[in-house]
């Protein structure tokens, strides 16, 4: 079995890039599901890890963990404010250049994890920052038009609601590529056939955070591996891509 690849590692915290297809922990919805990060993790180092936050299944990168209850519970204390995520989407289209997605969200319903609650949540504030890094048009009628048109786009979310990127960009008209939730199956089955990808294309790519014991600022960045890194060079996308999240 191929060992998850470390990004960080001290006395405190433990960073992973986590691979597309690994769940994070058990869930009820994937009870088929035998191999987990957190159990990976702490199997491959010797000792108990402690996730300070989640990752979709079908996302990958920056996932860190905390070696110690009290470092959880420290980051705990400031990770809404003090935590800055950035990632790297496939979009269906050409958004604009820049924006800002201000829409309110409502939590979507768990089926399993919220038999107990409201189906009718409240909406919650999400806003989430992004830049174009680079757009394509290809010539193959995958929908309506004689050609179809992507783009790679660097998403900050400003917010931490679940699905956010993703339901954010579906409410642009430009969903995620890959996205069997929220996308289009005629273009996530282009690119299956096309370019032999068949995962959500959003990667964790970079977190910034004040390191929990010492507050200095620290950074991590999961570089673009496997078949992303190879959907990249296909589309000449690579040297539009941040140099840091670039393997040297």
């Not at 690994?22 to 402690?50: C, K, M, N, P, W």
């Not at 199956?185 to 056939?193: I, L």
């Not at 999961?222 to 140099?243: F, I, K, Q």
Request: hydrophobic share 35%; glycine share 6%; aromatic share 8%.
């Amino acid at each position: 079995m191929t060992p998850l690849s470390i990004l960080y590692q001290d006395e405190w915290l433990v960073a992973i890039d986590k691979p597309s297809g690994l769940l994070v922990h058990r869930s009820e919805i994937d009870r088929h599901e035998t191999r987990f990060a957190i159990q990976l993790l702490r199997d491959q180092i010797g000792r108990r890890v402690y996730p300070l936050h989640r990752l979709d299944k079908p996302t990958s990168g920056v996932l860190l963990f905390a070696l110690d209850s009290d470092t959880a519970k420290t980051c705990g204390e400031f990770w809404e404010s003090g935590v800055d995520k950035t990632y790297l989407a496939i979009v269906r289209g050409v958004p604009a250049e820049e924006g800002t997605i201000d829409k309110p969200l409502k939590e979507p319903w768990d089926r399993l994890g919220d038999r107990n609650v409201s189906k009718d949540k409240p909406e919650q504030p999400a806003v989430t920052d992004y830049r174009r890094l680079a757009s394509c048009e290809l010539p193959y009628a995958v929908d309506r038009y004689p050609t179809a048109r992507y783009s790679l786009v660097k998403v900050h979310p400003q917010t931490g609601r679940r699905h956010q990127i993703r339901r954010h960009f579906k409410s642009l008209s430009h969903p995620l590529i890959g996205d069997t939730s929220y996308g289009k199956s005629v273009h996530n089955r282009f690119f299956a056939e096309q370019f032999g990808v068949q995962r959500l294309l959003l990667h964790a790519a970079e977190m910034r955070l004040p390191h929990p014991h010492n507050g200095e600022p620290l950074t991590i960045c999961a570089p673009v591996t496997g078949e992303l890194l190879r959907l990249l060079e296909s589309l000449d996308w690579l040297n539009s891509t941040p140099l840091e999240w670039r393997i040297n």
